[in-house]
Nanobody, 115 residues
Framework: QVQLVESGGGLVQAGGSLKLSCVES????????MAWYRQIPGKQRDLVAV???????TYIGSAEGRFTISRDDAKNTVYLQMNSLKPEDTGVYYC?????????WGQGTQVTVSS
């Protein structure tokens, strides 16, 4: 079984930065694409950024130009560097691993951006 544990969330003022981490443990499967999602109460999880197994990133919407997704496969970790944060970035951030037969999710980490 694969486990994903996110960390790095917190409270930050608008314009500030946070770096999220997602560590994979357990029965490590093959290296696959990873992604970060954001969810606010009452809404579905929205894709923020995705990184392929070879390290190619893609950003969605306002994450472009402000966020950087990266991975360190030697540490089984994917990161999300978030700069120039805005109040609308507030939410629970989830890490996802795209599996061969199923996807895996972490428990999430709360990010709150105050104005």
């Amino acid at each position: 079984q694969v486990q994903l544990v996110e960390s790095g969330g917190g409270l930050v003022q608008a314009g500030g930065s946070l770096k999220l981490s997602c560590v994979e443990s357990g029965r490590i499967a093959s290296i696959t694409a990873m992604a970060w999602y954001r969810q606010i109460p009452g809404k579905q999880r929205d894709l923020v950024a995705v990184i392929t197994s070879s390290g190619t990133p893609t950003y969605i919407g306002s994450a472009e130009g402000r966020f950087t997704i990266s991975r360190d496969d030697a540490k089984n970790t994917v990161y999300l560097q978030m700069n120039s944060l805005k109040p609308e970035d507030t939410g629970v951030y989830y890490c996802k691993k795209f599996g061969v037969t199923q996807d895996y999710w972490g428990q999430g980490t709360q990010v709150t951006v105050s104005s």
